[in-house]
């Protein structure tokens, strides 16, 4: 299976990609320019489709704009609001995510959540400091929680290793979250729980936000806590600053749909 599925089965303008490297490609090409005056909303069977000027938005595979919320849907036509004159995907995250949903995840959910699976086998959190006692102290404190709450909610006991050598998983462990995956049906959930997923480098971590356990800064700590450790001994790159900015805008984007999804089901 490709090391990312929606990559491979809608290309870079859909899928998650590293931010920077969209940024340098859209300054390769001539952005479209704006060609409507008014955002709306209107409700479309069982969801909320995205309009403008009256006329359903389409994704870029034709399909309508539609997400399962008036929430979330309020929120995309934030983002086609807010465009200048230009139509920049980079600033509509959330509008990038519903249209890898619906163009891809709602015809094809297995692999997507088979890739998020292949994450904990190899998940961030799994793998600690060996000799920094600041650092390790930091990992234990961020990532023993949500390997407590996979423990409790799943039965899910992970291996812990020293360093960075591989530890193989029980096979228990990735059943259970395989289990915590398959609660998160709904397309658009399941394309936001890979997005976590893979901008964390933790499954762990995107199902502990889901369920509500972490907040998003919290998870987004705890899937630093290395780099902001490096950050403070050695100072911060301006390069790698402007990309995790982009990166949190599109983590930012999947922890608002898990977060309405939950309370929408909470309901």
């Given at each position: 299976?490709?090391?990312n599925?929606?990559e491979?089965l ?8 590293d ?7 859209g ?19 069982r ?11 389409r994704t ?9 919320s008036?929430?979330l ?19 509509m995250p959330?509008?990038?995510?519903a ?7 709602a015809?094809a ?11 904990a ?12 006692e600041?650092?390790?102290?930091r990992q ?12 409790q909610a799943?039965g899910?006991r ?16 990735l059943e259970?979250?395989e289990?915590?995956?398959g609660?998160?049906?709904e397309?658009?959930?399941l ?10 480098g933790s ?14 800064d ?8 290395d ?6 001994l050695?100072?911060?790159?301006e390069e790698?600053?402007?990309r995790?900015?982009a990166?949190?805008?599109e ?8 977060s ?8």
């Amino acid at each position: 299976m490709p090391e990312n599925f929606l990559e491979s089965l809608l290309g870079p303008a859909i899928s998650h990609l590293d931010p920077m490297e969209s940024a340098r490609q859209g300054a390769r090409r001539v952005l479209p320019k704006r060609f409507w005056r008014e955002v709306g909303v209107v409700e479309r069977g069982r969801g909320f489709a995205v309009t403008l000027d009256g006329r359903v938005a389409r994704t870029p595979h034709r399909n309508e704009l539609a997400l399962p919320s008036r929430p979330l849907a309020d929120a995309a036509m934030a983002e086609w609001r807010a465009l200048g004159e230009e139509i920049d995907p980079s600033r509509m995250p959330l509008t990038r995510l519903a249209n890898a949903a619906i163009d891809a995840v709602a015809r094809a959910p297995e692999p997507v959540a088979a890739e998020i699976v292949k994450y904990a086998g190899s998940d961030l959190i799994c793998y600690r400091e060996a000799s920094k006692e600041r650092l390790a102290s930091r990992q234990t404190a961020h990532w023993d929680p949500p390997l407590a709450f996979m423990e409790q909610a799943y039965g899910a006991r992970f291996r812990l290793a020293a360093g960075v050598v591989f530890v193989e998983q029980p096979p228990e462990a990735l059943e259970a979250v395989e289990h915590a995956v398959g609660e998160w049906k709904e397309p658009l959930c399941l394309a936001a729980l890979h997005s976590a997923t893979t901008l964390t480098g933790s499954a762990i971590l995107a199902l502990a936000l889901a369920a509500g356990r972490l907040t998003p800064d919290a998870a987004w700590a705890a899937a630093h806590v290395d780099e902001d450790y490096q950050i403070e001994l050695w100072g911060e790159d301006e390069e790698a600053s402007l990309r995790r900015s982009a990166r949190r805008a599109e983590f930012d984007a999947a922890a608002l749909v898990l977060s309405l999804m939950r309370r929408k089901a909470e309901d």
